[in-house]
């Protein structure tokens, strides 16, 4: 296990390098000018000069490059170009405000997606499961912000059961302030809905035809002894992959999210620093949201490996 | 020259024999597609919207783009300020008092043309790309599908964002960008494709034929992996809506004075709170039916070439 652990976690950091360096190449092979992108056409050249000089985008090309990949190995990312502070900092509060309305969708679509995946499977081709691989299909293929717009509209401005904004008053306890993120929650956790069932139905109806899971109805177990003991276990491996990589998704869905919310976490940041033309930050942005996709990616396969025996032993040869 | 013959694969029922046998399985495809009803509900709607943006101006009952009765008017009836006409808006006026219905009605315009060309670029570099690593393995697929990985782990919507910023927005930006983010998920689907082909007798024997390389990855492997190929490009054309709405909604994709759904949803939202549901649903649902119908499509595609 630690040997695969080791050879998993190397993997990774040829990973993080490249996706370093597809950032670096976007962010500042892609404009001749980095000054003059920010700047904008009609700004005299002196300033544009003197902005390159400040940002050090004067330098040449190899030498940002080492130093931003350096950067990004040391949790690094630069000075933002608006406040000239560390990124980094600046960032971490608005990051886990977005953590916390993630984690609450999450919180809401993994058990009810995983129950709907089971139901469906073990009521494979009848109205029951068909109706539920639609709904899926519909939901997970809808934009987050379209799903939120819909829901402002039906469940805060007509019914009037949910606040429209996710932002709770100063001083608000955790329920309030879980109160006010349910519905951006929910907009999010509809589209993770279709992936997370799908997967667990396919999964499930995978294991349900197999030899051992006949094996152990046949022996005499019921069906919840044979659920529990012999099919989730295997059944829930693609589960479990799915989620890791729509953890990563889930970041990149929320900027969308906390516009219609108006909402001040990582994605009203980002969207500020694009407005602002503010590269460093979006740049950390990108990069970030990568780590914990990789992150959440690594700690799945981890998972996986200690489900089923056979990956771990496949991977170590 | 002589066909091969192939063990039939499962993803594409490409027949043992000539060019006909492969017309006649396609053609009992398409038989096979049309009892589907999610299928025929997919291409009503979609061919819907695209009659809608092609006749445009030409069907819709106000003028789209300035049509000034009064502001954020209720769906309805309008009596028009100074005179005693009365206009009937279906769906309500925006903000401007332009009719939201012939707004929606020529707001998939833009994401029509820039969605597809987005999922062709990335399913057409994607397909290259997975069949070079696929039939050639070694190094070239191990550097390759690292790349992949580190591709995979980019935020689709921020790194299109930081791009947008970086070059300007243009549609142009967008489809380049989009379909170069689609390529390694398309390349991944179709090396696994591909991995489980080359093995297949049908790949021996044309390699102990003495073909090239070229040859075989074009004109024996393509059309046994043609199947996966076609889904997916149904799949990422959903996505490229998906993707292309999101960053019209956020301001780098698709500018205005354009009617499209995901910029008037953008300009629109902020009124939402105060009662004017009109001006965003509209478009909200516009956007909603049109990847579900390309879904319905995708996984109709999907059931019946894998069957």
């Keep these: 296990m630690a040997r695969f652990i080791l050879r998993r976690l190397l993997l990774s950091l040829v ?3 490249l996706l370093a360096s597809i950032v670096f190449i976007i962010a500042n092979v892609l404009p001749n000018d980095v000054g003059r992108t920010i700047l904008g056409p009609f700004a005299p050249q002196e300033s544009v000069d ?45 990051i886990g405000r977005s953590a916390k309305l993630a984690g609450l969708a999450l919180v809401i679509t993994i058990p009810i997606a995983i129950i709907a995946g089971l139901f469906a499977a073990r009521r494979r081709d009848r109205p029951v499961d068909r109706g539920i691989v639609l709904l899926g299909l519909t939901s997970s293929s809808i934009p987050e912000f379209v799903t939120g717009t819909i829901l402002v509209v039906l469940v805060g401005v007509q019914l009037k059961w949910l606040p429209v904004t996710a932002r709770p008053p100063r001083g608000a306890d955790f329920l309030v302030e879980m ?30 035809q197999s030899d051992y899971t006949r094996t152990a109805t046949m022996k005499g177990l019921t069906t919840s002894q044979t659920m529990i003991r012999h099919v989730l276990r295997n059944a829930l491996i693609p589960t479990v992959a799915v989620i890791a990589v729509q953890i990563g998704y889930l970041f990149g869905g929320i900027i969308a999210v ?33 780590i914990v996709y990789m992150v959440a990616t690594l700690a799945a396969d981890l998972i996986i490996a200690w489900m089923n025996p056979r990956i771990r032993l496949d991977a170590e040869r | 020259m002589d066909v091969p013959i192939a063990p039939a694969p499962a993803a594409a029922p490409v027949a043992v024999g000539g060019v006909s046998e492969r017309a006649q399985a396609r053609r009992e495809t398409i038989r096979q597609l049309l009892k589907r009803p999610a299928f025929l509900i997919g291409i009503v709607v979609l061919l819907g919207w695209v009659l809608t943006a092609i ?84 190094i070239v697929d191990d550097v390759l599908s690292r790349l992949v990985e580190a591709f995979l782990a980019l935020p689709v919507i921020l790194v299109a964002l930081l791009t947008l910023v970086v070059l300007g927005p243009s549609p142009l930006v967008v489809v380049a960008v989009v379909g170069i983010l689609f390529t390694p998920i398309v390349a991944r689907t179709v090396r696994s494709a591909v991995l489980s082909e080359r093995q297949l007798d049908y790949v021996t024997s044309a390699k102990l034929r003495g073909e090239s390389g070229l040859f075989i990855l074009s004109r024996e492997i393509f059309p046994n ?28 994709g698709i500018q205005p004075p354009s009617p499209d759904w995901g910029l008037s949803i953008a300009e629109e939202y902020s009124y939402m709170i105060a009662g004017v549901w009109w001006s965003t649903l509209f478009p909200a649902l516009a956007i909603a039916s049109t990847v579900i119908a390309i879904n319905l499509i995708a996984d109709s595609l999907q059931s019946v070439l894998s069957e």
Excluded: C
């Design chain 2, 225 to 252: 992996v043609l199947g996966p190929i076609v889904v997916e490009l149904t799949v990422r054309f959903g996505y490229a809506i998906f993707t292309v709405a999101t960053l019209s909604f956020l301001g780098v």
């Design chain 1, 50 to 94: 003197a902005l390159n000089e400040r940002l050090g985008t004067n330098r040449p090309l190899l030498e940002r490059y080492v130093e931003s990949i350096v950067g990004v190995f040391t949790l690094d990312f630069g000075n933002s170009f608006i406040t000239n502070k560390p990124v980094l900092p600046e960032l971490a509060d608005s």
């Design chain 1, 15 to 17: 990973t993080l390098w």
């Design chain 2, 55 to 138: 006749l445009g101006e030409r069907i819709t009952p106000y003028d789209p783009f300035n049509d000034f009765a009064l502001n954020h008017q209720p769906p309805g009836q309008v009596p028009v300020p100074n005179t005693d006409r009365i206009e009937f808006h279906p769906f309500g006026t925006d903000r401007l008092g332009r009719d939201v219905l012939s707004r929606v009605m020529v707001g998939s315009r833009d994401v029509l043309v820039v969605a597809p060309l987005a999922a062709i670029l990335g399913v057409t570099a994607g397909t290259l790309l997975g069949l070079i690593m696929g039939y050639y393995r070694g």
């Design chain 1, 258 to 290: 906390e516009r219609i919310f108006n909402y001040n976490g990582m994605g009203s940041t980002m969207l500020l620093a694009a407005q602002q033309k503010n590269i460093p930050t979006l740049t950390a942005g990108a990069i970030i949201i990568g």
């Design chain 1, 179 to 208: 109160r006010y993120l349910l519905l951006p929650a929910l907009a999010m956790a509809i589209v993770y809905f279709g992936y997370i069932a799908r997967m667990t139905r396919a999964g499930t109806i995978e294991v349900l």
